[in-house]
């Protein structure tokens, strides 16, 4: 991983032009410089020349960014600000350790040995208790004061059962557990994908892992699920917890490394760009043999939507399109482009041509690539800025009129959720392969 | 350094949350698109007029300087603090005030940003031509104070034509009221066209009253690569002269374009040496067959290529090479002297072409593009700034080209304004008696001199 340091070059590609401000969602919200991008490199700058200290100030600014990358995308000189600010964030952790709230969430959630961690188990049993339902909504609302979660929050609740441990309970002629891995029904098929689950799947919505399993089945492809799989590490490496990420990335490197395997794939944006992405940069202080084989892990990594379109060449749901329920021919639907995967993985025609594939109609927001402000721990650490972000993001939903929004990273969907409930609007927030998975009978999260 | 008693009587007028003496705060203040540094004292964001006018009250009481910034985007410095002091952040006041449908007038804040005015009126079927390069992130205060222009000024004209009116809080913390909103008007001198292109040193707009017009129905996009760049030069005249003013003309050598990662995705051809961008607007109808008429006047006068954008994605892909450029002229070197000369539409193939020789004479590398239509050119050198004798010659080379420009008629600069960077150079454009009468007007307006020192010329 680059230092701070390192990225001087970097910086000094800034030349201060400003084009960044147009595209940057925090200085949306807050209207002064300092939120905006071109603000945050001015600063690491200003650190890197000894004007000023890891201040708290500078600290402020540096968590004041949700990672979405459009300033990168506009900048015409190519400057990756997010990962200059990642940087600083590591530069702060170092030097100033992570904050509290920070530090319980890795060390009690993210860096566990496996992704079902006690803690969680704990917590989903509790839940009842912690929080409130909201009626006619799958959300909840927390009953006591919780630390990390805001009062007027919305957020699914845990799962009863989490998906890798539903599907390590079953039998194996049913497509659960054989040792120490999930298997598809039909295991014999070609070509063979890793499924990397990702938290937000395992924990809080396991239909989209369900309904991944399926539709990969459908198009052909026998599915492996290690139980062993972890966190992918992108949350701590957002909070600036580099050694946490890697041991992550190393660890994970090594599970899916275990098997024979033409694609890895996830339905989660933030985990496949990290997947993609993340982990060479991590382990590219490793040595030759890691450097090889995680240059050869990445490879395989494709997200689900990619997988299908691209790999699968799925073209046909060869089952019958339901008119009846949620998702009928005259469903209107409209597409929210994660951040991770429209700009870390340039993927943005494979979704849309998968919603199609469910028969409704695409209808698009006026800015469907706008973040959703969710920015991982962001959405934690400052829950009124990121749902000021989410506000025109939210507005832009329900401008549509469609009847359901469909994305393709279950931290949007969560973000979006909450969002739209705050706005009073019934949009359905779905997976997008949930859409095709719901014509193989499998229940939409929007429904549940 | 300000005194805590001035701090304390600034927080007093607007409010804690509204002024920041930090230093992480200063820095993010202390620049613009030129790239340079000045660190202010204290940044202000004021909500009103009113506010402005009692800190300006407080600066002639104090004695110190105040300058006004919109976005910061400026290419000359003017919202450098070089002197220190206080900085008036507009960012505040970014609000949409009215749009009157009937007139067809506008009246806005200064600081909203100028492409978020533009949609707003064509929501309503009206149209707000300038157009820098900028205008997704500048603000329209910023305009007025550069009287900005952009590659319509061709057919529609820079900022200068659409301000009717403004509400200005004068160096000495009066304010008042230019112009009307009415088309005519002509009671007392034209105070609104002194303060427009003012660079922020006669006063503080406050408010704007706009004029708006009809949005044309349809426009038609094109780009025409040339492989020589004198043809391209000469082409631009010979398409006004066969009677059409496309509502944009824009010219780019080969050295501005071949930083723009985008033209490669086009699919045009790479062995050119100049490019045109032009655009026409109006009735569908009539600018299908103006495209065409265009297009042959391109090939026959040496075009290569033309491509007609077929819909407004393309339209949007072609115009983002012409805004991507300014900007990632940095590849070729770290830094751009960057002038903004203006010569008589058929002097362009001279100029080009003096500006080539100077530099080469002088072994600098230069790109230029621009606003062909109306002889607006961006002369850019680049150069690396710790190279002392490079940006000696630099200098040299700026001198010579200004003289040319000068000789065959032009100016100096077209709408990036003088502000610091271009102070130099002043005189050899203006005679002594016309700064002269420029500076007593100043020291009318603002005999302490608090506002925005150190711009335009040495200061009185
Ligand atoms: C990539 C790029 C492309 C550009 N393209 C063009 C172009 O095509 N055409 C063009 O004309 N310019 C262009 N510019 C220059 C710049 O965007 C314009 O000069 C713009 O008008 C500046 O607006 P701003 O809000 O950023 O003002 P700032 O840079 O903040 O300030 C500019 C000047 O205006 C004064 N000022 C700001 N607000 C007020 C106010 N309310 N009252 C009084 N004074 C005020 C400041 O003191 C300063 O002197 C470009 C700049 C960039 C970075
Ligand atoms: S990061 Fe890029 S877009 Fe933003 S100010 Fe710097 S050069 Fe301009
Ligand atoms: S990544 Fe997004 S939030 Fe962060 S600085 Fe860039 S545009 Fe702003």
Redesign the pocket.
């Known amino acids: 991983m680059k230092t701070l340091e390192q990225f001087s070059q970097e910086i000094n590609k800034c030349v201060l032009?400003?084009?960044c401000r147009s595209v940057c969602p925090t200085f949306g919200v807050v209207q002064r410089e300092p939120a905006s991008a071109r603000g945050k490199v001015a600063l690491c700058s200003a650190f890197l020349h000894n004007e000023i200290s890891l201040s708290e100030g500078f600290i402020k600014q540096m968590n004041e960014c949700v990672q979405c990358m459009a300033c990168h995308k506009a900048c015409?000189n190519d400057v990756n600000v997010p990962d200059i600010i990642l940087a600083a964030r590591a530069e702060i952790a170092k030097e100033k350790g992570l904050p509290l709230a920070k530090s319980f969430i890795l060390k009690n959630i993210l860096d566990s040995e496996r992704i079902m961690p006690i803690a969680m188990k704990f917590i989903s049993k509790l839940q009842g208790l912690l929080f409130k339902g909201v009626p006619e909504e799958s959300g909840l609302h927390r009953r006591f004061p919780l630390p990390l979660i805001d009062e007027r929050r919305v957020v699914p609740p845990l799962a009863e059962k989490f998906f890798l441990e539903v599907r390590s309970q079953g039998p194996a002629s049913a497509g659960f557990k054989q040792g120490s891995e999930v298997r598809s029904k039909k295991n014999t098929l070609q070509p063979r994908v890793g499924f990397f689950a990702g938290c937000l799947i395992n924990y809080m919505l396991p239909n989209i892992g369900e309904a991944s399993l399926k539709v990969l089945e459908k198009a052909g492809a026998s599915v492996i699920a290690p139980l062993d799989q972890l966190c992918c590490g992108m949350p701590a490496l957002g909070m600036g917890d580099v050694e946490t990420a890697k041991s992550l990335a190393l660890k994970n490197l090594e599970v899916f490394e275990q098997y024979e395997l033409d694609y890895i794939t996830t339905a989660c944006s933030t985990c496949g760009d990290g997947l993609k992405r993340r982990f060479k940069e991590l382990l590219s202080d490793e040595g030759d043999d890691i450097q090889k084989r995680v240059e050869i892990f990445a490879g395989k990594v494709r997200d689900i939507t990619e997988l299908l379109v691209n790999e699968l060449e799925f073209k046909d749901l060869n089952a019958p399109i339901s008119d009846s329920g949620l998702l009928t021919p005259n469903s209107i639907v409209t597409y929210h482009d994660p951040c991770h995967l429209r700009r870390g993985q340039g993927i943005a025609d494979e979704p849309r041509e998968l919603i199609e594939m469910s028969g409704a109609k695409l209808k698009e927001m006026e800015h469907p690539c706008r973040c959703c402000g969710l920015g991982g721990s962001f959405n934690i650490t400052n829950y009124e800025f990121s749902m000021a972000i989410n506000r025109s993001k939210a507005e832009d939903i329900k401008n549509t009129g469609a009847d359901i929004v469909a994305t393709a990273c279950p931290g949007c969907m969560i973000q979006i959720k909450d969002g739209l409930h705050q706005l009073g609007a019934d949009t359905k927030v779905v997976h997008v392969i949930e859409l095709l998975a719901f014509h193989l009978a499998s229940p939409l999260t929007g429904e549940d | 350094m300000l005194s805590p008693n001035i701090v304390k009587e600034l927080t007093h007028i607007v409010g804690k949350e509204n002024i920041q003496t930090s230093k992480e705060d200063l820095i993010c203040y202390s620049y613009?698109?030129t790239n340079q540094k000045f660190l202010p004292d204290a940044v202000l964001f004021p909500k009103n007029a009113d506010e402005i006018s009692l800190s300006l009250k407080l600066a002639n009481k104090e004695g110190f300087p105040v300058?006004?910034?919109?976005?910061?985007?400026?290419?000359?410095g003017?919202?450098l603090p070089v002197e220190g002091g206080v900085v008036v952040s507009?960012e505040r006041?970014n609000k949409i005030l009215k749009i009157d449908t009937d007139n067809l007038t506008a009246v806005v804040e200064?600081?909203v940003i100028?492409g978020e005015f533009q949609w707003a009126v064509e929501d309503l079927g009206l149209f707000y031509p300038p157009?820098?390069?900028?205008l997704k992130?500048?603000?329209?205060?910023?305009?007025?104070?550069?009287?900005?222009?952009?590659?319509r000024a061709i057919k529609y004209g820079?900022?200068r034509d659409y301000v009717m009116g403004l509400e200005?809080v004068l160096p000495t913390g009066e304010i008042i009221n230019t112009g009307t909103q009415t088309i005519k008007g002509v009671v007392g001198y034209d105070l609104t066209k002194l303060m427009v292109g003012?660079?922020?040193?006669l006063?503080?707009?406050?408010k704007i009253i706009l004029k708006l017009l009809p949005l044309p129905e349809a426009t038609k996009t094109m780009l025409a690569a040339f492989p020589n760049m004198r043809d391209a030069a000469k082409t631009v005249s010979k398409i006004i002269s066969s009677k059409i003013i496309p509502s944009t003309l824009e010219f780019m050598d080969k050295n501005s374009v071949s930083c723009v990662e985008g033209y490669s995705k086009t699919g045009l051809s790479t062995d050119m040496e100049a490019l045109l961008l032009i655009e026409v607007d109006g009735d569908s109808g009539l600018i299908e067959k103006q495209a065409e008429t265009i297009k042959k006047v391109c090939l026959d006068y040496g075009a290569k290529e033309v491509r007609i954008a077929k819909d407004k994605r393309e339209a949007k892909e072609l115009w983002q090479i012409r805004?991507a450029i300014?900007?990632s002229l940095a590849k070729l070197k770290p830094n751009k002297i960057n002038e903004?000369i203006v010569v008589p539409r058929s002097k362009i193939p001279d100029a080009i072409i003096g500006i080539r020789e100077i530099s080469k004479r002088y072994k600098l590398i230069n790109a230029n593009f621009g606003?062909a239509g109306d002889g607006n050119i961006h002369v850019n050198i680049m150069i690396d700034k710790a190279d002392k004798d490079e940006a000696a010659m630099a200098d040299e080379a700026v001198r010579e080209i200004f003289k040319l420009v000068l000789d065959i008629g032009g100016t100096i600069s077209?709408?990036?304004?003088i502000?610091m960077t271009k102070m130099p150079y002043v005189g050899m454009e203006l005679s002594k008696t016309t700064i002269d009468v420029m500076k007593k007007i100043k020291q009318v307006l603002d005999p302490k001199g608090i506002l925005?020192p150190g711009?335009i010329f040495p200061q009185v």
């Open positions: 032009c400003g084009t015409p | 613009d698109a300058v006004p910034r919109g976005a910061g985007s400026g290419f000359s003017g919202s507009l006041m200064p600081g100028t157009d820098p390069s900028s992130f500048c603000t329209i205060g910023g305009n007025v104070a550069e009287c900005a222009g952009g590659p820079v900022t200005v003012s660079e922020g040193t006063g503080i707009v406050t805004r300014s900007p903004d606003h077209g709408e990036h304004g502000g925005n711009k």
